[in-house]
């Protein structure tokens, strides 16, 4: 299940994974944040908050985090991810490397930082 919340006077959408992620969670996620990105042209922030990556139920749930990345990540500034996850903090390196958004990694706890990182420039961020 991925739980997630689009604040949408900040332009920052907010993951939180909770087991393993389906497919039908990332439909649900861009049936909420394509139409804002039509509206407003990008998102200026992702935040994904996870403990570890709980992994997909299905190969079907894989091909649509894959399809997810490949259609949004040109329409999303930045991605900070909040985690003690050894696995979680290395796999923002390797995604930099095909993906548009600037990463930066946050320890957990620190969503305040995470926010304010990724509202810098745009305003004063609040957690």
Do not use: N, Y
Not at 44 to 60: H, K, M, R, T
Not at 100 to 110: L, R
């Amino acid at each position: 299940m991925l739980k997630f919340e689009l604040l949408r006077d900040r332009g920052i959408l907010v993951l939180e994974p909770h087991g393993a992620l389906s497919a039908k969670d990332f439909q649900s996620v861009a049936q909420v944040v394509d139409p804002f990105i039509q509206d407003k042209g990008t998102l200026e922030g992702l935040l994904i908050q996870a403990a570890a990556f709980p992994g997909w139920d299905s190969f079907a749930a894989f091909v649509g985090h894959i399809r997810f990345i490949h259609d949004h990540h040109r329409a999303i500034s930045k991605v900070a991810v909040v985690t003690d996850s050894s696995m979680l903090t290395i796999a923002p390196k390797i995604v930099a490397h095909f993906a548009h958004p600037q990463f930066k990694v946050f320890q957990s706890g620190d969503m305040v930082d995470a926010m304010t990182w990724l509202h810098d420039g745009h305003g004063p961020a609040s957690a």
